[in-house]
């Protein structure tokens, strides 16, 4: 930094034309960048079971692109009920993007080889006998296609499914699909004396995107907003205010057109990024500000004011960038596509906001602040006197619990429990998430889960042996009181004539055969419902079944089955994915460890920072104990989020420390002093940047940022509570650890 910061202040001029054309070059990619709105993306990997779902997808057609309307409110064998669902399916087939529409309206019963509807029209119906009637009821509910799939046991609520067509993958086409179902639905429901409502993972990922792509520019305005109110409070003056407030918007803008020039689109994990790095590099923004002001205070020009703090804080600057960069791109060591590419964006923003603000921030300052401006770091060098000695009074005390605490809270750490949810991210008001939980009560789950069956060239998909596997799981699954009916081909065939079951294939309509049977490709699927529960429900459903299907395995020679499904997959792989953030968590702490050590020029150094560090993530880990949750995928996150924060400040107070060591015997007091108000405001300004999204509407949003902000205070304590004592109790004499070489950072 000593280099870059004599270049400075030989050369201002230079380093304004590059900021000039780094921000035209960087703002021109910003105009290319664009949105994953794959809603699939998330579960993308090399992972054989995602493999195996893609060719599922192929071969009958996904199982996350079905909008389930629930209808309910009354018995729907009645003239409302059936008015009701002929006017949804009618105006559903209507919608541009809605392939077929499934309800009992489109079932069919066979008189000898005739098919004819299985209920009536309302007006029809109205016009029955009360025996005909019930006969007419009993005909339904014994249909195999019917009970407890379209129509519940109760008689009292119905389900139509609109398949949307395949070829809509990307959330915006399939917002105006949605949106079309879900308006067709309310318009119908209040003309209606009947409630219809819209669910599924379609209608889920459609609000969560919607929310999500609003909420970042929302949140990234407030976030902007804040740093700049927080800037005056802390400055009182509107020069400070553009000197630290400026720069960190900058970043933003070349890591956003970085993204937009390498082609790499933002996904629902990506959207937090803006905010990060505005907010990050906002702390190294006050950090150099501060410096700055102090010595223009003590007499300095602002050039050689802006060039001392690039030479006295940017490499602080710069290594909490490193450290930083490193707790984010670790993230890419996972097996999770989506993981990585947020690992490595995360990364390359935050070295870019360091090049933003160490190149913007001196060239605002040199240009806007005043000779004679004042100092406000005095203001509060009275309250971090008078901590020194309480610290070194109690340092051992104060080391010997936080050791103990972060024992213990490391044991409690390693008791937690992976958990996810479809809906863990939906408002627990919204109608999606209201009528998903309807439909599980009424159907016994709302997610689908496959079990794929193939068999040998030597047979056919109507031998005994296949069949006889095919009831054998069927058995299985009706039997276990976690999953709703199965449901195969051969439950779709008994509601064709007596035939064989080649001419039954060929009677039965195609939409529903070719979603069950690939005869060509000695495939079919046993269908199942499951509900949107929770990892101690799930897991040993999963675990039951796949052990079943072990046992059929080996009692039905040339047949294979196989467990798959959206639900399954992404179930087992965001459990895979927290495995996978837990084991670059790891990774970055060590490397974090041998970057300060080595920059530091001293393993004490590393080994100080491990205790202040880790002491807010197992403190994370104990606040998700205690309120009584699992490690979701947004607290996962947090741990990698807050490692990289954390570790910041902690890099700023060693650096001090080395500087003040080398200058006196006591350098507790003037580090504290020194550094203690740009902690406390950097810790400030980042929980209030992350409290704007504690006004999510998602609840998961609002617990990551509960848990970052509550991560946040601990790391405060630890840097300038548990690192002071530490590094007291560890002191030296200056000429026993300091070379002339590294007595300035």
């Not at 501060?290 to 490499?315: C, F, M, S």
């Not at 670059?584 to 150094?605: D, E, H, N, P």
């Not at 607290?635 to 080395?658: E, K, N, P, Q, Y």
């Amino acid at each position: 930094m000593r280099a870059y910061a004599h270049f400075f202040h030989a050369h201002p001029r230079w380093v304004a034309a590059f900021v000039v054309v780094a921000l035209g070059v960087f703002g021109v990619g910003l105009t290319r960048l664009a949105f994953d709105d794959e809603p699939r993306g998330i579960l993308r990997s090399d992972a054989p079971e995602f493999a195996l779902l893609e060719e599922v997808w192929r071969d009958f057609g996904a199982d996350d692109n079905e909008a389930l309307v629930v209808l309910d409110g009354g018995p729907v064998l009645s003239v409302d009920g059936l008015r009701a669902l002929e006017r949804l399916v009618r105006d559903l087939r209507g919608i541009d993007g809605v392939e077929r529409v499934s309800s009992i309206a489109s079932l069919v019963e066979f008189r000898g080889l005739v098919p004819r509807p299985l209920v009536p029209a309302a007006e029809a119906f109205g016009a029955l006998t009360e025996a005909e009637r019930d006969a007419l009821a009993e005909r339904v509910a014994a249909h195999p296609l019917v009970a407890g799939r379209l129509v519940s046991g109760d008689g009292e609520t119905a389900l139509i499914v609109a398949h949307i067509a395949p070829d809509v993958v990307e959330v915006e086409d399939l917002t105006l699909v949605v949106d079309a179902i879900r308006s067709t639905v309310e318009r119908i429901s209040a003309e209606s004396p009947r409630r219809a409502r819209v669910t599924g993972i379609p209608s889920v990922r459609v609000e969560l995107y919607r929310t999500t792509r609003f909420e970042q520019i929302l949140f990234f305005s407030l976030a902007s907003l804040l740093c700049t109110a927080i800037a005056w409070w802390l400055f009182r003056d509107w020069r400070s205010v553009v000197v630290a407030a400026v720069p960190p918007f900058f970043g933003a803008v070349f890591a956003g057109g970085a993204f937009g020039w390498l082609g790499w689109r933002i996904d629902l994990l990506g959207t937090v990024i803006p905010m990060l790095v505005t907010v990050i590099g906002f702390t190294d923004a006050v950090h150099l500000t501060i410096h700055a002001r102090h010595e223009i205070g003590a007499g300095r020009t602002p050039l050689a004011a802006a060039a001392d703090a690039i030479r006295r804080v940017g490499k602080a600057c710069f290594l909490t960038s490193l450290t930083t960069a490193i707790g984010f791109g670790s993230l890419a060591l996972g097996q999770i596509e989506v993981i990585n590419r947020f690992g490595l964006m995360s990364a390359l923003a935050m070295g870019l906001a360091f090049v933003a603000v160490l190149s913007g921030l001196p060239v605002l300052a040199a240009l806007l602040l005043r000779p004679g401006q004042r100092d406000t770091r005095r203001s509060s060098e009275l309250l971090f006197a008078r901590l020194v000695p309480w610290i070194e009074r109690r340092a051992a005390w104060i080391v010997g619990v936080g050791a103990l605490l972060v024992l213990g809270l490391g044991a409690v750490a390693t008791t937690l429990e992976t958990e996810n949810h479809l809906l863990e991210a939906t408002p627990k008001d919204s109608p999606t998430f209201t009528a998903l939980r309807d439909l599980e009560e009424a159907f016994g789950g709302a997610l689908p889960m496959y079990v794929l069956v193939e068999w040998d060239e030597s047979l056919a998909w109507s031998d005994e042996s296949v069949r006889a596997a095919v009831r054998d799981v069927s058995a299985f699954l009706d039997a276990d009181s976690d999953t709703g009916r199965a449901f195969s081909v051969f439950d779709a065939l008994r509601a064709a004539p007596p035939v064989s079951p080649e001419t039954a294939l060929e009677l039965v309509p195609e939409a529903i055969t070719g979603r069950l049977v690939r005869p060509d490709l000695g495939r079919l699927l046993v269908a199942a419902l499951v509900p949107d529960a929770g990892r101690d429900v799930m897991l040993p459903l999963f675990q039951r079944v796949e052990a079943e299907l072990d046992r059929l395995d080996a009692a039905h020679p040339g047949v294979t089955l196989r467990l798959t499904g959206t639900d399954v997959v992404a179930r087992t792989h965001i459990h895979a994915m927290i495995a996978d953030l837990a084991t670059s968590l790891g990774f970055a702490t060590l490397v974090i460890f041998l970057a300060i050590s080595w920059a530091f020029g001293s393993f004490r150094y590393g080994l100080a920072s491990l205790l202040p560090n880790v002491f807010p993530l197992v403190v994370i880990a104990g606040v998700i104990r205690v309120s009584g949750r699992s490690l979701e995928m947004s607290s996962a996150v947090v741990f990698s989020v807050l490692l990289g924060l954390a570790v910041d400040d902690t890099i700023h107070f060693l650096s001090r420390w080395r500087d003040e060591r080398a200058r006196t015997d006591a350098p507790l007091r003037p580090t504290l002093i020194h550094v203690g108000k740009a902690i406390t405001w950097t810790t400030i300004v980042l929980s209030a940047g992350l409290g704007v999204t504690l006004t999510s509407s998602v609840p998961t949003t609002r617990w990551f940022a509960t848990l970052c902000i509550v991560g946040l205070v601990a790391a405060w304590f630890g840097d300038l509570i548990l690192l002071p004592a530490l590094m007291y109790l560890g002191r030296r004499r200056p000429r026993e650890l300091v070379s002339t070489s590294e007595q300035t950072p």
